[in-house]
């Protein structure tokens, strides 16, 4: 995802469901992108085996997250209508 997506998709929350679960969920996905880019040099020193497999996971949780939420979305079971306001779908 890019930059201008996560804002689009966080700036649709706020306007919307400000204090829902999927705002809380977005927020939750934010941080571990934040905590994988940020925390990798403070992970290769502190934690060098877990820090190398976990932060690359965290950086990549909120693409994660929409990519679940796309496929849940189309096969029906659960609606996103932030999905078109990054225009992900």
Request: glycine share 6%; proline share 4%; net charge positive.
């Amino acid at each position: 995802m890019t930059l201008q997506q996560l804002s689009t998709v966080k700036r649709w929350h706020q306007t919307h469901h400000k204090r829902g679960l999927e705002y809380q969920l977005w927020d939750a996905m934010l941080t571990c992108w934040i905590l994988g880019w940020m925390g990798l040099p403070a992970a290769l020193l502190l934690a060098p085996e877990i820090g190398v497999l976990l932060c690359p996971v965290l950086y990549f949780a909120p693409s994660l997250y929409v990519r679940l939420r796309l496929r849940l979305h189309r096969r029906g079971v659960l609606r996103c209508d932030w999905l078109d306001s990054a225009r992900m779908v």
